[in-house]
């Protein structure tokens, strides 16, 4: 048994924003209330933290199997619960992609060997990712896979995506894309824009991203499938995502820490800068903001990519896209939108909790009963973040060496500490 105690509980389901302790017996949460006692109970003292449910990232890359150089399960799991996430959901853009059932249960075997959090793989829609047939979708949803996507790579067209929207409907699996319109992206680094102009580096223009949600909220009104729009970026977006909404469309979007946090113009020479969707505009930014704000974003997400150091020491144009992102993604959420007034402390936590649960169809909240996954976070303590330190074998981080106030300070899974900082 754990024994919280003088704890400030957020549970965003609920509502609830009160001083309480929680018991946890075994798994499961026992108990919710005040001056709550438990003989032979481990006591965790939370005294100015604060006690929510555990955070999900809808978006991360482990690259187990076939890229262990950049990343394990073992190594991103331990940066994952660092950063308060007691579930994540793995891409399948590894090697081989995870677009059969064999290579799902080896994800899922390794992710119970590695003991920290819990991973929920994401399968591919296609054969290879390669766009041209569907993967075996059915017996990967048998072995764990809680969504698809070929994510790195659009769904190749329209008619793939009816087909792939048909298919998951019937088996209850939300269709997470990554948006962009080949034509318009090729060879492009950054954002397309005065500052892609003053270093000298090929553009990707915004509606690159747009056209493609665009597109895909006409073939979700067509199946009326559940659409995911992964690690969205600009206003043109979120204008399809709104007018889906408002047409009752089963229609969801995450945006990641790195883009309502940096901007176009933030970018330099130095590839810790380069990320696909690319930093957009200071107008595409505030937009997403308003989206966090308003609830027309429902998750925060990671977006996690980690890469050997060796494969981002090259020149910009030659790196590959992607930064880590699990350890400063709340940090930078309590900086960049709640300091600032632009979100209450209870959205934010909504946007790691019941918002990213609701995408996969899951509910999320501390209630007697329900699986003991919390995350206890400060609002006030003060770190630097060291990417040295990060148990992730990757350091392609722009957010190095940056001070934050308030961030995660310990992970429980299954009535489990897997972090405690």
């Not at 080896?106 to 993967?135: M, T």
């Not at 883009?259 to 810790?272: A, K, N, P, Q």
Request: aromatic share 4%.
């Amino acid at each position: 048994m754990l024994l919280i105690k003088n704890g400030r509980v957020l549970d965003p389901a609920s509502k609830t924003d009160a001083a309480l302790d929680v018991l946890l017996d075994g798994e499961r949460i026992s108990k919710i209330g005040t001056n709550l006692s438990a003989v032979g109970a481990e006591k965790f003292d939370a005294k100015g933290m604060v006690v929510a449910p555990g955070f999900i990232d809808l978006h991360c890359h482990l690259r187990e199997p076939g890229q262990e150089m950049s990343e394990t399960i073992e190594t991103g799991t331990r940066a994952a619960a660092r950063g308060g996430f007691t579930a994540i959901c793995c891409m399948p853009n590894t090697q081989p992609v995870n677009d059969n059932a064999s290579v799902t249960h080896g994800i899922v075997e390794r992710a119970a060997a590695a003991s920290s959090v819990r991973v929920w793989p994401i399968g591919a829609a296609s054969v290879g990712s390669k766009g041209e047939a569907l993967a075996e979708i059915s017996a990967m949803k048998a072995a764990g896979i809680v969504a698809v996507s070929d994510d790195g790579k659009p769904i190749a067209n329209a008619r793939l995506m009816r087909q792939v929207m048909d298919y998951c409907n019937s088996l209850g699996l939300p269709v997470i894309d990554h948006c962009e319109d080949a034509s318009l992206f090729a060879g492009g680094v950054m954002r397309e824009g005065p500052q892609s102009i003053r270093l000298g580096l090929k553009g990707i223009p915004a509606q690159s991203e747009s056209i493609c949600v665009g597109r895909d909220v006409e073939v979700a009104l067509l199946t009326g499938a559940r659409l995911h729009i992964a690690h969205m970026s600009t206003r043109g977006s979120l204008a399809y995502v709104r007018i889906a909404k408002k047409q009752g469309l089963r229609v969801t979007c995450e945006v990641t820490p790195h883009h309502f946090t940096l901007i176009d113009e933030d970018v330099r020479y130095d590839s810790h800068y380069k990320m696909n969707p690319p930093l957009a505009s200071s107008d595409d930014r505030d937009a997403l903001i308003g989206g966090l704000a308003d609830g027309s974003v429902d998750a925060i997400a990671t977006d996690h990519a980690p890469h050997h150091p060796a494969s981002k020491d090259v020149e910009f144009d030659r790196a590959p896209f992607g930064i880590t992102g699990f350890e400063t993604a709340f940090a930078l959420g309590l900086t960049v939108l709640v300091d600032s007034g632009r979100l209450s402390l209870m959205r934010l936590v909504e946007l790691f909790t019941i918002g990213p649960a609701r995408v996969l169809g899951m509910e999320r909240k501390i209630a007697v009963g329900e699986l003991a996954d919390l995350t206890i976070f400060s609002t006030n303590h003060e770190w630097t973040y060291r990417a040295v330190e990060s148990p992730s074998k990757s350091r392609n981080t722009p957010f190095d060496g940056r001070a934050f106030r308030g961030g995660p300070m310990a992970t429980i899974v299954g009535g489990r500490i897997a972090y405690r900082r």
